[in-house]
């Protein structure tokens, strides 16, 4: 049976199913936020050790500003009320993506989230936050460029965002959508990929369970036979 290691989603669907139950995106947002609490407790159930959520992207920014500052807000929010419990629990929070365009107040946050729950061990949260693949490519080789060392597959992992943390096994993408939208693409090489119908917010711990049983039946050949 495969083990889980790492678990990445594309939290897609939050702003249709807003639009449908509430007449709001922006509390498709807030609905979304609960189904991330359910699906970080069931990991954690599940022992997996890395959990990466897909929250703002480097092509979000085109969105209307409402929207934007409501995305920002509901994380302030989120971290200030929770980080404390998360640290309790054991849970690391790392950063993933360019944190150049984030607001200082949200950046100082962050900064102190990460720095709080740094030695945590149980679980990891790699939170993808104006996260794009490519301007992440770019920055590895603009770094690798920088420090004047070869460019060797050893190398660009190392000065990826995602430095240490092992490649996701599972993508899972909600909101009937099947493509990666500048996601992790380096690092999706090999991952089984979910694409589920379901909007975000109406995802549910027994769909996150039935992909997880569904995976550890697959046989994972990695280019062997
Ligand atoms: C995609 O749905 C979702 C986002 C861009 C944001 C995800 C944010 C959350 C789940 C809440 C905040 C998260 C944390 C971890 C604090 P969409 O808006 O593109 O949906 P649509 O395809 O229906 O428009």
New binding site residues.
Partial sequence: MNQIQHVAI??????????KHKKS?NL???A??I??EKILKETIKNKIKFLT?????TE?WKRPQK?ITY?FS??EE??LKKIEDLNKNQIKLRIIGNKKKIGPKLKKILQNSEKITKNNRRLQIN?ALNYGSKDELLNTFTLIKKKKIKITLENIKKNLYTHNIPDPDILIRT?N?KRLSNFMLWQLAYSELYFEKK??PDFTVKDYNRIIKSFKKIKRNFGNI
């Fill in positions: 594309i939290m897609d669907g939050n702003g249709r199913w807003g639009l995106r498709g947002h807030k979304g936020l189904t991330v959520l897909f929250a703002f992207s979000n929207e995305l509901l994380l989120f971290l939170l909101g959508t909007l975000w």
